[in-house]
């Protein structure tokens, strides 16, 4: 099991780099998920994610508090807004682009309950 789950966690640091470098696709998501797969195979990885300098605020954030920091909750519904007004624009099936928006207007719903927390660069957990 612990190889399995090694294999999930860098496949998701892998689909969160991508998600870094695409406009299209989510980072923390995926980032998040690596470190629950790493916390199951390998505490040493988890750490290091935390720690990350680019990452690790946010996965801080979220193990902490169950907070979504206020500049990623500004960029994700700005993402699910775009996204929107795009399918809107470009499905000419109705029931495709309701469905479409119903998912991500539950999916920016969830994102804005979410409590609030500022970014830590700092903070560095042992």
Known sequence: MRTAYLIAGWSSVGLGLIGAMLPVMPTTCFMIAALWFFSKSSP?????????PRFGAPLRAWVGDRAIPTEIKAVAVSSLVVSGVIVALTVQNIGVVAIVLSVLAGVAAYIVTRPSRALKQTEVVS
Do not use: D, G, R, T
């Open 44 to 52: 040493a990885l988890a750490l290091k994610l935390l720690n990350h």
